[in-house]
């Protein structure tokens, strides 16, 4: 109650403060931004005079307020797509009534199309090249400007020396207008068009596609094969040309407006050049079509359309639109999509859940955090009871028929979300339905995947409840119960090496002994590794860790938190026992062997022990691939770990890396600060040399951490990659002198954890290609291996 009276109390004081400042110019430029903004909206009027309506008011405010009514439609044309043509038309209406005002504002997009172009930012500059064309339909752009355009970005296909992304996506961004101004641009310069798509016919034909393999979400072509996008684009836009340009889905407010809109002067697009290539250019990632659902999936109402129909792309396209705008708040997500225009004549439903999922498994990341598409679909569900929950069963059912064939990647956001979607809906599942994973090997997908799902639902409630909701005959694939393993613990455990020194150990950490009075005590751990007459006592002792790491354990195991503040307390000793490479992976030996059961206890405190230097980097890689770890080495925990291990790595050397930037700029500024005062006294130049020479001091220390850093990260991919070759190599080997079958579950699952590292961590992979490619991925390798890192490279290309 108190906070809320003292708000009150703060709203009073400030109201009239509030009105005394807002002017009424700025009021009427909020109204102007929400009335652009709304409109196509639910209202209890028509599209059609609401558009007019608006148009009359924009052009009511056009003196005083253009700068700002042009600043509002460049800027909705660039981040709501998914109102493409509602705006395109209102544009259309302002140019019929303002013929400066139109071409005006045709500038001011090309403008923003060059300015978003130099700054990376490709998918806002396709949503420019898609709104321009759709202004020729609106005729306020000549239909032979708009071809012009089009021949200038399938030039650059033409281009030498250019990565094969940057002329993709050219070639997409014209291919993906022509389902809004095919018909148009069709009817006026047929020729033109002709030449335009045999172009493109012929740059598709040319260009090389060894990345498919490693974006596609299964490897089997059937039920759906999963299709590159262009040539998907391009299969969609031949048959949409062979139906005479005839499309059925856009809605087109235009058309109402077309005696208006026809008498309008048009303007010619001013000539565009394409900005060259640079290095530094991010161009987006090749990606495959999503395909889970066809018209057989769908029994009961309108149906879908088929693959390469091009209301498929157009459909998919603003459901993609609709999350881009939308991600960030669930709620309003989930209504836009359902309230999607020309709902009734498609299956929304399941376009909506296969889009969905189609982003959640795409590769090598997906558009959004994971867990914004868990979010969004319990909010469909909530918003759809009674229909949506049963599509997504289904949905989930195929996938799982189909796992065999998925990717290893995707099998890991498939577990992610399915795990978590159960724990919002009391974890009901038909699980007698996945029966036929019972009587299979139990690294074969199915049950593995099961397995791995209850053991992510445990951690999201408790192990008696897994027990409770899963069918008896399911047992063998329960996760174990997350106890330790204490080895000294039970009194048959006397003859072990160190049970004495363990009890005392133990005695001594319960009376709050000191890290000097721990070290001392294990002064007397006999060393295994040691001869009785060899004098080297601080070699690496095994015994050592063992004997106090498993009772520290032991006496920490209530909780996390228990655990964490034991590791924090101890960590001299833990220190002084890791100070060797070998101590560093016993650590993380005798931490597995304590906590075998439980996984998300190996995760948190192999992260801890990361986040205090006790263990680095390249010894967690090193014990991944280690043969104690080869019972564990496909479950889902191991790669967490790894995966995470990595991300540490490459977030110390960006943070580094930050610190020298801004030091590098601080001295940037100093000394251009000191050239403009250079007629000042000689005692400020003093004190600024001072400053320069610890900056510059500073600026040294810095370039040295960062280089050590680099080195480190490098070593750390040296290290896994290394490991993955002779894994492999090992098993190819060891196939072909037996003359067996290579493709087995393990391998499958090896290869495409070796594809996952590639994609999950490209950017900075990237850096070290010269060395991988001397040192490991040379052309003696294996075939098999070696077209992992070829499709790999081809991504870049």
Known sequence: MSRRRHSDEGDAGAQPHKRRRTS?????????????????????????????????????????????????????????????????????????????????????????????????????????????????????????????????????????????????????????SLPWVGKELYEKKDVEMDRL????????????????????????????????????????????????????????????????????????????TPPAHCPDAHYPTPHTVFRMFDYTDAPEGPVMPGSHSVERF????????????????????????????????????????????GELFQLPSPPHIDVMYTALLIELCKLQPGSLPQVLAQATEMMYMRIDTMNTTCIDRFINWFSHHLSNFQFRWSWDDWADCLTQDLEKPKPKFVKEVLEKCMRL?????????????????????????????????SSLPGYALATTVGNAIKNRASNEEILIILKDVPNPNQDEDDDEGDSFNPLKIEVFLQTLLHLAAKSFSHSFSALAKFHEVLKTLTDSDEGK????????????????????????????????CAAVANWVFSPDMAHDFTRFYVWEILHSTIRKMNKHVQKIQKELD???????????????????????????????GQLEEQIEKLQEKVEAAQSEQ?????????????????HLVRCETAGTDINTS???????????????????????????????????????????????CALQL
Request: proline share 4%; aromatic share 10%; with cysteine.
């Open 197 to 272: 798509l045999s172009q493109i016919d012929g740059y598709l034909k040319r260009r090389q596609k060894t990345h498919v393999p490693m974006l596609q979400v299964w490897s089997a072509e059937k039920p759906h094969p999963q299709e590159e996008y262009l040539d998907c684009l391009w299969a969609q836009v031949q048959k949409l040309k062979k139906d005479r340009w005839q499309e059925r889905h856009i809605l087109r407010p235009y058309i109402a407006f077309d005696s208006v809109l026809c008498e309008a002067l048009q303007h010619n697009l001013p000539p565009f």
């Open 662 to 692: 801004e030091a590098k700029e601080k001295l940037e500024k100093q000394q251009s600060k000191k050239q403009r005062d250079s007629g000042d006294e000689e005692e400020m130049e003093k004190n600024s040399e001072d400053e320069d």
């Open 714 to 730: 490098k070593n750390l991919f040296l290290v896994i990659f290394q490991r993955f070759i002779m894994l492999l190599t090992e």
């Open 585 to 616: 992976l016993h650590i993380l030996r005798v931490l597995y062997e304590f906590w075998r059961s439980h996984p998300e206890m190996i995760s948190v405190l192999v992260d801890k022990l990361i986040r205090t230097q006790i263990v680095d």
């Open 746 to 792: 393990w391998y499958k699952s090896c290869i495409e954890r070796l594809q996952q590292i590639f994609l999950m961590h490209h950017p900075i992979i990237q850096q070290y290609m010269g060395t991988l490619e001397n040192l490991l991925f040379t052309a003696e390798l294996d075939h098999h291996i070696l077209a992992v890192y070829q499709q790999f």
């Open 461 to 493: 409630s408790y192990h008696q409840r897994i027990v409770d909701i899963v069918p008896a005959s399911f047992s063998a694939l329960i996760p174990a119960d997350p106890v330790s393993f204490y080895k000294y613990a039970e009194e048959s455990s």
């Open 24 to 176: 009424e110019p700025i009021e009427i430029e909020d109204r102007l931004e929400s009335l652009i903004c709304r409109v196509g909206e639910k209202s209890t009027s028509s599209l059609e005079s609401n558009l007019e309506g608006l148009a009359g008011v924009l052009e009511a405010d056009l003196p005083n307020y253009k700068s700002k009514i042009l600043r509002i439609l460049c800027a909705v044309a660039r981040l709501l797509p998914e109102k493409l043509t509602v705006y395109s038309t209102l544009v259309g209406l302002l140019n019929a009534r303002n013929y400066n005002f139109g071409g005006e504002f045709v500038e001011a997009m090309i403008r923003q199309l060059k300015e978003t172009l130099k700054a990376n930012l490709y998918p806002e500059a396709l949503y420019l090249v898609r709104f321009l064309s759709d202004l020729v339909n609106c005729h306020v752009i000549a239909a032979p400007s708009m071809v012009a355009m089009f021949e200038n970005f399938i030039s650059v296909t033409q281009e030498e020396d250019i990565p094969q992304v940057r002329s993709d996506w050219y070639v997409y961004a014209v291919l993906s």
């Open 314 to 357: 157009v459909i998919e396209e603003n459901l993609h639109c609709i999350i881009k705008s939308h991600w960030r708040e669930r709620k309003t997500c989930a209504a836009q999509l359902l309230s999607y225009p020309g709902k009734n004549k498609i299956p929304l439903n399941y376009h909506i859940v296969e889009v969905i999922f």
